[in-house]
């Protein structure tokens, strides 16, 4: 399996630009989450689905975040629009749950610079 | 919470030396899990002790975990160079939902 794939790899846009950031999980995985990483604020979940359903987006910052996944193989995390301070590294992760506990595979994260 | 707590923040080793990072939580748990960071990339499991097992090894790793302190251990022994990176500990919660909350982690340096 080639892991969860996350696309761009890097992305830098200007403040006020929409930004899509875009995941595929592990094939057979039914959990996916977002995370945002900072220096400042360390690893926070956003936002994560079960068989594509959002189960918890308390960690969702503003109304200008928003996330989708339409299908068990895809998500994506919108930010429109953007400002300097959701620059970061946004990292998805895949699991399956199963009965016996609940490894996450991250993907190797895209980082976000907002000028 | 189900957010784990890493200790130290830092760690400096010389290569060949044992590493020891410790993690406390608050309550109670179907698991915890260890993660490890490496610069720029995204975090990779390591190594899942269910609250039943209290030591499980797997190569050069050792964690152990006392529910009764809640606290969890993670060991690497005879470090390499290459063991350099951010380590997370993440406690599954009993709550039985699939999500992890991550500390802030404990960086090791470890130096040739």
């Given at each position: 399996d080639a892991g969860v794939i996350q696309s761009p790899r890097h992305e830098v846009t200007e403040m006020g630009q929409e930004v899509t950031l875009r995941c595929k999980p592990i094939s057979g995985h039914d959990y996916l989450f977002w995370y945002r990483q900072t220096m400042m604020r360390g690893l926070e979940l956003l936002i994560y689905f079960n068989n594509n359903v959002?189960?918890?987006?308390?960690?969702?910052?503003?109304?200008?975040f928003s996330a989708k996944m339409?299908?068990?193989s895809f998500s994506t995390l919108k930010i429109q629009?953007?400002?300097?301070?959701?620059?970061a590294v946004y990292f998805c992760a895949s699991s399956f749950?199963?009965?016996?506990g609940s490894p996450l595979h991250f993907g190797n994260g895209t980082r976000l610079t907002v000028t | 919470s189900q957010q784990g707590e890493e200790d130290p923040q830092a760690l400096s080793i010389q290569e060949g030396e044992n590493a020891t990072m410790n993690c406390s939580y608050k309550t109670s748990i179907n698991n915890l899990q260890w993660y490890r960071q490496n610069s720029g990339r995204g975090l990779v499991h390591l190594i899942l002790i269910r609250s039943n097992e209290r030591e499980k090894h797997s190569g050069r790793l050792r964690v152990t975990l006392d529910t009764s302190k809640k606290s969890s251990s993670l060991l690497i022994t005879a470090?390499?160079?290459?063991?350099?990176a951010s380590y997370f500990c993440a406690p599954h919660g009993s709550?039985?939902?699939?999500k992890l909350i991550f500390g802030q982690g404990t960086t090791l340096q470890v130096k040739p």
């Open positions: 959002p189960i918890d987006d308390s960690g969702m910052p503003e109304d200008r339409p299908n068990a629009p953007s400002e300097p301070r959701d620059s749950y199963g009965t016996g | 470090s390499r160079a290459a063991d350099t709550s039985n939902t699939g």
